[in-house]
């Protein structure tokens, strides 16, 4: 196969699979275990490439850089973890939002993100800055830092 063609297919398989929108740079850390020697350059072009030909779609957040992901994703909303900065799918939709629209307005579409944690995030948190455990029944070293709870 063309080289071309190979590291075109790394690409969209990279953010097909995801099931998130990515960065390019992100991309290009997926796609290169599917082709070896893609360079961010190539990526740049491919994404723009199949945003012209109707298949990726951009998702550009304010004060973000664009994302991509298939445009064959149905309706569906977004979620960014205010930690990693990763953005996630979210299949949840409040419906129909015409009732936040002006009196005479009539809503064509929406579009949603939530902000937050994401569970890699909040799991991490748990590790780095584990609650202190005191049992009254272990033998405690002098000085071991458990003033507070002996
Ligand atoms: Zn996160
Ligand atoms: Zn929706």
């Known amino acids: 196969m063309e080289r071309n063609t190979r590291q075109r297919i790394a690409i969209r398989e990279a953010i097909e699979v995801a099931r998130r929108p990515l960065l390019p740079q992100e991309v290009l850390d997926q796609a290169q275990s599917l082709a070896p020697g893609l360079g961010i ?35 569906h909303h977004h979620f960014q973890c205010r930690r990693c900065q990763r953005v996630f799918d979210v299949h949840a939709c409040p419906g129909d939002l015409s009732r936040l629209a002006p009196p005479g307005f009539s809503v064509e579409d929406h579009d949603l993100t939530l902000y937050g944690c994401c569970a890699d995030c909040a799991g991490q948190a748990g590790t780095v800055t584990p609650t202190p455990a005191c049992d009254d029944t272990a033998a405690h070293a002098p000085g071991h830092g458990h003033d507070s709870c002996c």
Do not use: W
């Open 41 to 75: 350059a190539t990526v740049y072009r491919n994404l723009k490439a199949l945003v012209d030909d109707g298949t990726l779609a951009v998702v550009q957040l304010p004060g973000e850089n664009p994302r991509y992901e298939p445009v064959s994703r149905r309706h």
